[in-house]
C-alpha cells in the first residue's frame, strides 16, 4: 500500500493534475489535449493546427538556395513566429485579416498569448519562449530581425518554407548558423472558433490511468528477462570463482582476485568498451558468432553480458568473505572422514554460509537491474529488445517526456526498496536463528 502511495505521489503532479487552461498576456487560453488548438473565450478567432519546428535546415529546397530555412507546412495561411533571443518576430497571411488583424491591439495579444501557451504546451525541455520576450507582428512576406532577411511562404513545389540570410552578409562567406539561426519556430493557423474542436485532457484519476494506459512497458518485461538470466549466470559464477579462489596459491589468488573485483571499481561505460573491444564485428571473438548466427552486440543477449559482468564481483566477493569465515578446522575434519571436495561444497561450505550467499544474489540482483552504462554500449538502445528501465529514463528525459521518465524512475525506486527490505529481514531473521542455536 506504502508503495502504490509513493508511486501515485511522484506521478499525479507531474501528469495527473494537468492543467486545461493557462494564463498567458492576460487571457485564459484553453489548450487542446494534444497541444495542435486552442481558444480563447470571446476571441474572434482560434488556433489550429500548432506545430513546433526545433530545427530548421541550411538545405536548398527545390535546387534554389533559400538560407537557413523551416517547413511550416503545405498551408499557405500559416502563421509563423520565429523565436531569437533578442525576440519574436510574427508572421500573419493577409487572408487571415478578417479574423485577426494585426493593426487591432487585442488581436495581436490574443495571438501571442497562443503562441504562449501553446509553444508551452508543445515544449519537450529545449525551452519556451520567454514571457517578457518582445514580439514585432507583420504580414509581409519580406522582413527584417535579428540581423537577418527573412522570406515567410515560400513555395517550394506546394510545400511552404521560411527562409532567412544574413541581411549583410558578405558574399561567399560561410555562414555560422549556431550564431544566428532561430531557437525555435512555431506554426499554427488562424481558424473561425467555430471551426475548432478542443478536446479537453482528462484530470485527476483519470489522467492518472489514462497515462499508465500510454506507457510502453517493454522495458520492464526487458529488464526482468535480462536480470533473471543474468542472475543465473552471476549465482554460479560468482560460487564457481570464489570456490576456485580459495584452492589456488596466494600468488595467483591475488591475480585472479583482481581480475574478478576490477569490474565493480571500473566506470560501467569502461567495461561495456572493453566488452565491445573484445566481441565487436572487427574482433575474431565478435566475428565467430556472427559466422555461427549468434552476432552479441547490439542484441538482447549482449544486456546480459553486460549486467553479469558488471554485478558478477558483488557475488563472488560476498562469496569468497563467507568461505574465508569458515573454520577450516571444520573442512579439514570433513575430509578425514573421507568426503570428497565436491561433498565439502556442496553439503558443508553452502548451507554453512547460505545466508551470506543469498544477501548477494538479491545485491547481485539489483546491480543488474540498474546496469545502464555497459548495457548502452554494448547493446544499444533498442524499444522492445535491448532497451531497459534505466536506458528508458534517460532517453525519455532527453526526449522531453519527464512523465515517462518518472514513472520509471519510481519503478526502480521501489525494486531498489524491495531488495534492501528484503535483505533487512533476511539478516534479522539469519541472526535470531543464529542466537537461538548459540543458546
Request: net charge negative.
Amino acid at each position: 500500500m506504502t508503495a502504490a502511495l509513493a508511486l501515485a505521489w511522484a506521478l499525479l503532479p507531474a501528469c495527473a493534475f494537468a492543467e486545461d487552461a493557462q494564463e498567458d498576456g492576460g487571457y485564459e487560453v484553453i489548450v487542446s489535449e494534444g497541444a495542435d488548438a486552442a481558444k480563447i473565450e470571446g476571441s474572434s478567432f482560434a488556433a489550429n493546427g500548432f506545430s513546433r519546428a526545433q530545427k530548421g535546415s541550411a538545405n536548398a529546397r527545390g535546387g534554389a538556395d533559400i538560407g537557413y530555412n523551416f517547413y511550416t507546412g503545405d498551408a499557405a495561411d500559416a502563421s509563423v513566429a520565429l523565436v531569437f533571443p533578442e525576440g519574436v518576430i510574427c508572421y500573419v497571411p493577409q487572408s487571415a485579416h478578417d479574423l485577426c488583424d494585426i493593426s487591432d491591439p487585442t488581436s495581436k495579444e490574443e495571438l501571442r498569448s497562443y503562441f504562449l501557451a501553446l509553444d508551452a504546451a508543445a515544449d519537450k525541455g529545449s525551452g519556451t519562449i520567454s514571457d517578457d520576450a518582445s514580439w514585432e507582428f507583420t504580414d509581409q512576406t519580406h522582413a527584417q530581425f535579428a540581423g537577418l532577411d527573412i522570406t515567410f511562404a515560400i513555395d517550394v513545389g506546394g510545400k511552404r518554407y521560411v527562409g532567412m540570410v544574413p541581411a549583410f552578409g558578405e558574399a561567399g562567406k560561410e555562414v555560422d548558423w549556431t550564431k544566428l539561426r532561430p531557437d525555435h519556430a512555431d506554426i499554427l493557423t488562424i481558424a473561425d472558433p467555430g471551426a475548432v474542436s478542443i478536446q479537453m485532457p482528462a484530470t485527476g484519476i483519470a489522467a492518472f490511468f489514462e497515462f499508465l494506459g500510454g506507457i510502453d512497458v517493454s522495458p520492464l518485461w526487458v529488464t526482468l528477462k535480462t536480470t533473471g538470466c543474468a542472475i543465473v549466470l552471476i549465482f554460479v559464477l560468482g560460487l564457481a570463482a570464489a570456490y576456485f579462489t580459495m584452492r589456488i596459491p596466494k600468488r595467483a589468488q591475488d591475480i585472479f582476485d583482481t581480475i574478478f573485483t576490477i569490474p565493480m571499481v571500473l566506470p560501467p561505460t569502461v567495461c561495456g568498451f572493453l566488452l565491445l573491444l573484445l566481441l565487436g564485428r572487427n574482433t575474431a571473438l565478435g566475428q565467430w558468432f556472427i559466422d555461427i548466427g549468434f552476432p552479441l552486440i547490439f542484441s538482447w543477449p549482449a544486456t546480459v553480458i553486460a549486467a553479469t559482468v558488471v554485478a558478477f564481483p558483488l557475488m563472488y566477493r560476498s562469496c569468497r568473505g563467507a568461505f574465508e569465515n569458515l573454520d577450516p578446522n571444520m573442512l579439514d575434519a570433513a575430509r578425514t572422514l573421507g568426503w570428497s571436495n565436491a561433498r565439502i561444497f556442496f553439503r558443508l561450505m553452502i548451507p554453512l554460509t547460505w545466508s551470506s550467499i543469498a544477501a548477494a544474489t538479491v545485491l547481485a540482483f539489483a546491480r543488474a537491474l540498474g546496469e545502464f552504462g555497459a548495457t548502452l554500449f554494448l547493446a544499444g538502445n533498442y524499444v522492445g529488445i535491448t532497451r531497459t528501465i534505466p536506458i528508458a529514463i534517460y532517453f525519455e528525459w532527453m526526449s522531453g517526456n519527464t512523465d515517462v521518465a518518472i514513472f520509471w524512475t519510481v519503478v526502480i525506486l521501489l525494486f531498489s526498496f524491495a531488495v534492501i527490505l528484503f535483505i533487512n529481514l533476511w539478516g534479522r531473521r539469519t541472526t535470531r536463528y543464529r542466537k537461538r542455536g548459540d543458546a
